[in-house]
């Protein structure tokens, strides 16, 4: 979402958090797996399990990232009718986007925590030799997918509420990311590139 | 209970309703499992999408999803692109057509080791765009060149279509890599080829002559084109070889441009944080889209929809070519309006038991997808690359960036036609490699 969206103030900070966390995790499965392929090809030891330990970070980074991605306005929309669109018919329907995102965020929660409910009452093991209790990379997933969902409530009840009142911002805060604000956004990062990596522009 | 054509045409226009309304794609695929399993499967179904959820994430094919974003991530912001256009620029310069060929060539380089189009475009855009400055050649076909360049982002393996494909269809992603290779190099060379024609026949097109660069200064700057060349080597040897999976080569990547980063000076925390952010962002997008269509795709099967269409066409006596035909025509006007990348998802559910009860081989089918999602980044109005190119340029008007890709467009349309008419262009290189 922009900067200036006050819902976004408070989610962006914590989702960024969570999304570096996982890139950590990733990163982390890329040394495994970096470990466990030298192991397995040279040395004929295997660390067991290193695809299993991928699977969950995907799971659980999916989920945290989904939050993320939302504050970013990142989730995929087609905004060549929309835009189209009387601008008064526009404020309905970003409000009706949210309000369905929150409602498909809210249920995988609901959902999720089912999913944990039962790897807790029927202790499952992932089926292969790491035998993994599944509750615990679970539990991360779940707090991703209630993240999501409970920031996904936040912004479809703030956006409501900008339509309720008739607030100008709506559809700025809430209208689909378009590509020229996503190349801005490269673009800014390349110049930052330029400042902090002195890119040859001026090697020839 | 009976599928019907009815039934069938329903949930397809409620599909492309429900998008072009604007509601998330994800929302809509979801939206209609769900509405599909309330009217005819009842509370299992619907309460199993936890499990789903859970299921289509945890899943070790898809973990290389966050890896290529990351490996590409590196590599821009480690500065090793910018570095590339010029090494490159040094080499095809001489070529009729000069600085265009860069545009193509670094795109093609740039795709080997990236797994999207639109950051294919925003970096080698931004660097060539400028550097086109004053130097005379027509703005149209610099336009096209970069555009339809960055599309070979998708087919020149790594690609994120593929694995996404590959994952949804249990189609090997080892195999759609090496069927890629000889298709991507292909339109390259096909790409190249209209820029000197053109440019042969109109030198007006092509700019000032530049002065060559001393060789030295050329054979130094080569070094650049050392990283992005040493990653996909090793992404593509170490599947070659049966070392590693195409996730296990993804992390190799990611691992080796870590070091490239380091070794060069451009890696801090901070440039790492951002990767990250970027990676986890992107990342999420597509498996937020992946989990509904897996989800759709389990409720579609649970009502047996599979079967039913491939009854059904199988009725009509429906010839392969007569699908692809159908099926040519559908996403060409799909890509006209919908993201690349949810259209193949998207219409995966759909149209894969087709492919499969009409015998289509499906790695062959995974790389006439990604063309088709390729033409669909630069076809007007919403052709993802065609906004990214027009956006960095910031003057003149879109239509100067569709002319342009026109021909461009032209040669991947002839691409499908060849691709039909030998279908082992794509599967050779499979069959050698994998047997």
Redesign the interface.
């Known amino acids: 979402m922009h900067d200036d969206n006050p819902v976004s103030r408070i989610v962006q900070p914590v989702a ?1 958090i969570a ?2 966390l ?3 995790a ?2 982390a ?3 495994l ?2 470990i ?2 030298i192991g397995r ?1 040279f040395f004929g030891f295997s660390l067991q399990g290193v ?2 330990y ?6 659980i ?6 939050c ?2 939302m504050a ?1 306005r ?9 835009l189209r669109m009387p601008r008064g018919v ?1 404020r309905w ?2 409000v ?2 949210m309000l ?2 929150a ?2 965020a809210t ?2 929660a ?6 944990l409910a039962e790897s807790i009452e029927f202790p499952s093991v992932s089926s292969t030799p790491a035998q993994t209790p599944l509750w615990a ?2 539990t991360l ?1 779940l707090a991703g ?1 209630t993240l999501f969902a409970v920031f996904a409530i936040a912004y479809a009840a703030h956006a409501v509420v900008l339509l309720l009142r008739g607030a100008p911002e709506l559809n700025r805060w809430y209208g ?1 990311h378009t ?2 604000e ?3 956004e ?2 800014a ?2 110049r930052d ?1 330029d400042i ?2 002195g ?3 001026d ?2 | 209970m009976e599928i019907t054509g009815t039934l069938i045409l329903t949930g397809l226009l409620l599909l492309v309703g429900l998008m072009a309304i604007g509601l998330h794609v994800a929302t809509v695929m979801f939206a209609l499992a769900g509405i599909a399993s309330g009217l005819y499967l009842g509370s299992s179904a619907l309460l199993s999408f936890g499990t789903q959820y859970w299921s289509a994430t945890n899943n070790y094919v898809l973990v290389a999803i966050p890896l290529f974003v990351l490996l590409g991530e590196l590599l821009v912001r480690g500065g090793f692109t910018d570095r590339m256009y010029k090494s490159l620029s040094d080499w095809l310069n001489p070529l009729p057509g000069g600085l265009l060929h860069t545009n193509i060539g670094a795109s093609a380089v740039f795709a080997a080791v990236s797994g999207s189009s639109v950051a294919t475009a925003a970096t080698i855009g931004t660097v060539a765009i400028p550097a086109f400055r004053g130097r005379g050649y027509n703005p149209r076909l610099v336009l096209g060149t970069v555009a339809a360049g960055a599309t070979l982002g998708i087919l020149i393996p790594p690609s994120i279509n593929m694995i996404v494909y590959g994952a949804m269809t249990g189609t090997s992603v080892g195999r759609l890599y090496a069927a890629g290779i000889v298709p991507g190099l292909l339109l390259t060379a096909m790409f190249v080829l209209v820029v000197v024609v053109m440019c042969r026949f109109n030198p007006a097109y092509a700019g000032a002559k530049e002065p060559s660069v001393a060789f030295a200064l050329r054979l130094r700057r080569l070094v650049d084109l050392f990283p992005p060349l040493l990653i996909f080597a090793l992404v593509m040897g170490t599947i070659y070889f049966g070392w590693a999976t195409p996730t296990e080569a993804a992390a190799v990547g990611v691992l080796v441009a870590l070091a490239l980063a380091g070794a060069f000076g451009t890696l801090s925390i901070r440039m790492l944080h951002e990767c990250f952010v970027v990676t986890i962002s992107v990342s999420a997008m597509i498996m937020l889209i992946a989990v509904s269509a897996f989800y759709l795709n389990f409720v579609l099967g649970l009502m047996g929809v599979p079967q039913a269409m491939a009854e059904f066409v199988g009725g009509l006596g429906t010839t392969p070519n007569q699908l692809l035909l159908v099926l040519t025509i559908l996403y060409l006007i799909l890509g006209c309006f919908m993201d690349a990348l949810a259209m193949v998802i998207g219409t995966i559910p759909i149209v894969m038991p087709l492919v499969i009860a009409l015998k289509i081989d499906p790695v062959w089918f995974g790389i006439y997808l990604v063309l088709m999602a390729e033409l669909a980044l630069i076809t007007p109005p919403v052709g993802m690359n065609l906004y990214v190119v027009q956006g960095i340029r910031k003057e003149g008007s879109i239509a100067d960036v569709i002319i342009g890709v026109l021909p461009f467009l032209l040669m991947m349309l002839l691409l499908v036609v060849m691709l039909w008419a030998w279908p082992d262009i794509a599967l050779w290189l499979p069959r050698v490699s994998f047997g």
């Open positions: 960024r999304a570096i996982s890139g950590y990733v990163l499965i890329a040394f797996t970096g466990e392929i090809k695809d299993d991928g699977g969950y970070v995907l799971a980074t999916a989920a945290v990232g989904a993320y991605t970013q990142g989730h995929t929309r087609i905004d060549l009718f929309l526009q329907l970003n009706l986007a369905t995102l409602a498909l249920y995988s609901l959902r999720g925590w089912s999913v990379p679970q997933w997918l689909p590509v020229q996503e190349l801005d490269e673009l990062a390349a590139r902090h990596t890119t040859p522009a090697r020839t």
